[in-house]
């Protein structure tokens, strides 16, 4: 009898164990699940509501990402950042309109197709003068994949597409506005008569193939950035005009150079080097080293760029206006 109520003891002392190991495994499995919505959470916190549409925390970061990488792709470096850099400055809100600019996208029929995407992210890459890999990694960079820059490319036409319809036909700009723009920013049309600067020109004829062409390029921008003298590579690679000084043009007459080399070399400061610039079987790269003598260009030379710039500010203050509009029209909460 006593060895019997021994055994019965143990079991039940077991059974205790038991039932006290399911517990704390229970606990464990409930306190992981917490720490990792809490995580999630964190990440993913709703920042605003738009209609049936919420923007996380994590949207925020994603769409940040997307708009650096675009921005400078689109405008160059410099610019780029200083694009970016005011669209930061009211991020959230921007990212509202742009919720509300989908929805009117997709009422208007305006969405792209896959197919659609893919030839103009081949264009694209085509006249880049990269390859998808080159690509790939110059987006690794900023932090952006390539889905999301495929994704970038599709929300830039489609806003394009709605502007045309819907935004375009609301704007109207007189030679009278032109003047008065020119008058007003007339040293942003200045161009310097007198340049100096270092050209890389890389032809295919000197390499094994593209990618040993591209692959050189890359590291003769490097070498300008880290400010190195790239003389003797210049001397080695280049079959630009300047090849035989090393790159160094010395003071030249700015009327002397091509038009779309005039119009890189303008848009640098001294010091400042150009992005890789593919031409047919070719790149070219520049640092400008010094310019002098500035004078304005007369107003019919610039007519048609003041028109460009002109059009494009009003075209976006009408844009930010007539979605404002639909968005005092639909439920937006900003939570705190």
Same mark, same amino acid.
């Given at each position: 009898?006593?060895?019997?109520?021994?055994?019965?003891?143990?079991?039940?002392?077991?059974?205790?164990?038991?039932?006290?190991?399911?517990?704390?495994?229970?606990?464990?499995?409930?306190?992981?699940?917490?720490?990792?919505?809490?995580?999630?959470?964190?990440?993913?916190?709703?920042?605003?509501?738009?209609?049936?549409?919420?923007?996380?925390?994590?949207?925020?970061?994603?769409?940040?990402?997307?708009?650096?990488?675009?921005?400078?792709?689109?405008?160059?470096?410099?610019? !780029?950042?200083?694009?970016?850099?005011?669209?930061?400055?009211?991020?959230?809100?921007?990212?509202?309109?742009?919720?509300?600019?989908?929805?009117? &996208?997709?009422?208007?029929?305006?969405?792209?197709?896959?197919? +659609?995407?893919?030839?103009?992210?081949?264009?694209?890459?085509?006249?880049?003068?990269?390859?998808?890999?080159?690509?790939?990694?110059?987006?690794?960079?900023?932090?952006?994949?390539?889905?999301?820059?495929?994704?970038?490319?599709?929300?830039?036409?489609?806003?394009?597409?709605?502007?045309?319809?819907? &935004?375009?036909?609301?704007?109207?700009?007189?030679?009278?506005?032109?003047?008065?723009?020119? +008058?007003?920013?007339?040293?942003?049309?200045?161009?310097?008569?007198?340049?100096?600067?270092?050209?890389?020109?890389?032809?295919?004829?000197?390499?094994?193939?593209?990618?040993?062409?591209?692959?050189?390029?890359?590291?003769?921008?490097?070498?300008?950035?880290?400010?190195?003298?790239?003389?003797?590579?210049?001397?080695?690679?280049?079959? !630009?005009?300047?090849?035989?000084? !090393?790159?160094?043009?010395?003071?030249?007459?700015?009327?002397?150079?091509? /038009?779309?080399?005039?119009?890189?070399?303008?848009?640098?400061? /001294?010091?400042?080097?150009?992005?890789?610039? /593919?031409?047919?079987?070719?790149?070219?790269?520049?640092?400008?080293?010094?310019?002098?003598?500035?004078?304005?260009?007369?107003?019919?030379?610039?007519?048609?760029?003041?028109?460009?710039?002109?059009?494009?500010?009003? &075209?976006?203050?009408?844009?930010?206006?007539?979605?404002?509009?639909?968005?005092?029209?639909?439920?937006?909460?900003?939570?705190?």
């Amino acid at each position: 009898m006593k060895t019997l109520l021994s055994v019965l003891h143990l079991n039940l002392m077991k059974t205790h164990l038991s039932v006290l190991h399911l517990m704390k495994t229970l606990l464990l499995v409930l306190f992981i699940l917490f720490a990792f919505c809490a995580s999630a959470e964190t990440v993913d916190r709703i920042i605003a509501k738009v209609g049936s549409e919420v923007i996380t925390q994590s949207d925020v970061a994603q769409d940040t990402a997307q708009r650096k990488a675009f921005y400078t792709q689109k405008y160059g470096k410099q610019r !780029g950042l200083e694009e970016f850099n005011k669209f930061q400055k009211d991020a959230l809100n921007e990212m509202i309109l742009m919720r509300v600019l989908n929805e009117q &996208i997709i009422k208007e029929g305006l969405e792209l197709t896959e197919r +659609e995407i893919t030839e103009e992210y081949q264009q694209r890459l085509r006249q880049s003068g990269i390859n998808e890999k080159q690509l790939i990694e110059k987006l690794g960079d900023n932090g952006v994949t390539l889905r999301d820059f495929k994704e970038s490319i599709k929300k830039e036409i489609e806003r394009t597409r709605f502007i045309q319809k819907k &935004i375009s036909p609301l704007i109207a700009i007189s030679d009278f506005d032109l003047q008065k723009e020119y +008058e007003k920013n007339i040293k942003s049309y200045e161009v310097y008569t007198k340049l100096r600067f270092i050209e890389v020109f890389l032809t295919i004829d000197k390499f094994e193939n593209a990618d040993q062409m591209n692959s050189k390029a890359q590291q003769m921008q490097q070498k300008l950035k880290a400010g190195q003298n790239i003389s003797a590579l210049v001397k080695e690679y280049s079959s !630009g005009a300047f090849a035989a000084q !090393g790159g160094d043009s010395g003071l030249v007459d700015a009327d002397q150079l091509r /038009p779309e080399i005039q119009s890189v070399l303008s848009s640098l400061s /001294p010091g400042q080097i150009s992005q890789i610039l /593919p031409i047919q079987n070719g790149l070219f790269i520049f640092k400008l080293i010094a310019k002098s003598d500035p004078r304005p260009l007369p107003f019919n030379e610039v007519a048609n760029q003041i028109r460009s710039q002109f059009s494009e500010k009003m &075209i976006e203050d009408e844009l930010k206006k007539y979605l404002t509009v639909i968005k005092d029209q639909t439920y937006v909460e900003i939570m705190q």
